[in-house]
């Protein structure tokens, strides 16, 4: 079993940025990506970032530009600059292994006008 515990979350002005931040532990041998998803009110869980082994990352469009996916040991980041009311959700924090995905709890993000 691998646990992601999530953090870093919170309210925020349009322009500002925010660190997200998730930690994995367990049994973490095997895990070959490590994303970050959000899931806005009424709309369906999106991809918005993946890191995978060996430092390759993929961003969704909206995000390129604005926001950096990074990964330390056993930590994934997500640094998010540019902040618009329209990245405001719950992010997930998630993690591929050879068994299946493993997901954190989600943190809330609030971006405001």
């Known amino acids: 079993q691998v646990r992601l515990v999530e953090s870093g979350g919170g309210v925020v002005q349009a322009g500002g940025s925010l660190r997200l931040s998730c930690v994995a532990s367990g049994t973490v041998v095997g895990i070959r990506v490590m994303s970050w998803y959000r899931q806005a009110p009424g709309k369906e869980r999106e991809l918005v970032a993946s890191h995978i082994s060996g430092g390759r990352t993929n961003y969704v469009d909206s995000v390129k530009g604005r926001f950096t996916i990074s990964r330390q040991h056993l930590t994934l980041y997500l640094q998010m600059n540019g902040l618009e009311v329209e990245d405001t959700g719950v992010y997930y924090c998630?993690?591929?292994?050879?068994?299946?995905?493993?997901w954190g709890q989600g943190i809330q993000v609030t971006v405001s006008s």
């Open positions: 998630a993690a591929n292994r050879f068994d299946g995905n493993y």
